[in-house]
């Protein structure tokens, strides 16, 4: 099973819900995550810096991106372990490069 993780910046909610407007792009991935995770075939574990901080310091991958490239690099995605995107949430389509044809999201 295919394990992707999104360390992501520090946020009251991961829904994009919370405060002055609704982030759509946060809406979307929170779709995404249920969708991928409720299909058995991959996860995606997505890491809030605020509610997490543990887990950023634990992942040497991502404590070194943060002390190189400060606080832009988030979100940073990763897939089994290795670094494929950061800055930027992953987009529909590579989610489903992430997590192969047996788990389409968004279809």
Do not use: W
Request: hydrophobic content about 40%; overall charge positive; charged content about 20%.
């Amino acid at each position: 099973m295919k394990k992707i993780e999104i360390f992501e910046p520090a946020m009251c909610c991961p829904a994009g819900l919370c405060g002055p407007s609704v982030d759509q792009n946060l809406v979307r991935l929170t779709a995404i995550t249920r969708s991928v995770n409720h299909s058995h075939k991959a996860m995606i574990v997505r890491r809030n810096l605020a509610q997490n901080p543990n887990a950023f310091v634990r992942n040497q991958q991502v404590a070194k991106l943060l002390k190189t490239d400060g606080m832009s690099c988030l979100p940073i995605t990763m897939v089994d372990g290795v670094v494929k995107k950061k800055g930027v949430y992953p987009t529909d389509a590579e989610i489903n490069a992430y997590v192969g044809a047996a788990a389409k999201v968004n279809q």
